[in-house]
T-cell receptor, first 112, second 114 residues
Framework: AQSVTQLGSHVSVSEGALVLLRCNYS??????LFWYVQYPNQGLQLLLK????ATLVKGINGFEAEFKKSETSFHLTKPSAHMSDAAEYFC??????????WGAGTKLIIKP | SQTIHQWPATLVQPVGSPLSLECTVE??????LYWYRQAAGRGLQLLFY??????ISSEVPQNLSASRPQDRQFILSSKKLLLSDSGFYLC?????????????FGPGTRLTVL
């Protein structure tokens, strides 16, 4: 069965600092992995996804994530945080029925 | 391009009243459609999904139901709301050509049951 663990329900970083949001997964099939972002009172927006091929995936808003099979991880990073990055971030993995299994989410707080 | 609409955006309903939330998708055909709920302090909970007209799969037993009367219309309903039905309801769609598993979300409906 597939599952997703996001470490840290809240992550706080200073503006301009590195953003690192952690996601670990388990999957019985080759994983398709996703990061979504949700701003307050809005729907979720796809940031990036990994299906096959290059393990470093670049997304919107300067975010990227690296698929590491040996570590079963898909951590999300951004070199320099901006105030507009404050949001909740969700990691997800596709299951064998093409449904998405979701992590609990991580709220990113940006300190001025 | 594809767009997804949800309405209403916000709703305040008394306990025991009925509910109808609507979701429509434009610019695509035969999408998979999904209803999710986010309760306060909780993550995303998949409620229903549909692979075609009249085909509904329920993920969680509850007093909610879903219907898909048209290809690009998905409705979430309840005959009698409970306090625990409060939350943020999200509709999403996916299609095979985009990698069937990539889901695109609507703006959501904030439901408060008093």
């Amino acid at each position: 069965a597939q599952s997703v663990t996001q470490l840290g329900s809240h992550v706080s970083v200073s503006e301009g600092a590195l953003v690192l949001l952690r996601c670990n997964y388990s999957s019985s099939v080759p994983p398709y992995l996703f990061w979504y972002v949700q701003y307050p009172n809005q729907g979720l927006q796809l940031l990036l996804k990994y299906t096959t091929g290059a393990t470093l995936v670049k997304g919107i808003n300067g975010f990227e994530a690296e698929f590491k099979k040996s570590e079963t991880s898909f951590h999300l990073t951004k070199p320099s945080a901006h105030m507009s990055d404050a949001a909740e971030y969700f990691c997800a993995v596709r299951d064998s029925n093409y449904q998405l299994i979701w992590g609990a989410g991580t709220k990113l707080i940006i300190k001025p | 391009s594809q767009t997804i609409h949800q309405w209403p955006a916000t709703l305040v309903q008394p306990v025991g009243s009925p509910l109808s939330l609507e979701c429509t998708v434009e610019g695509t055909s035969n999408p998979n459609l999904y209803w999710y709920r986010q309760a306060a302090g909780r993550g995303l909970q998949l409620l229903f999904y549909s692979v075609g007209i009249g085909q509904i799969s329920s993920e969680v037993p509850q007093n909610l139901s879903a219907s898909r009367p048209q290809d690009r219309q998905f409705i979430l309903s309840s005959k009698k709301l409970l306090l625990s039905d409060s939350g943020f309801y999200l509709c999403a769609w996916s299609v095979l050509t985009s990698g069937r598993d990539t889901q695109y979300f609507g703006p959501g409906t904030r439901l408060t049951v008093l």
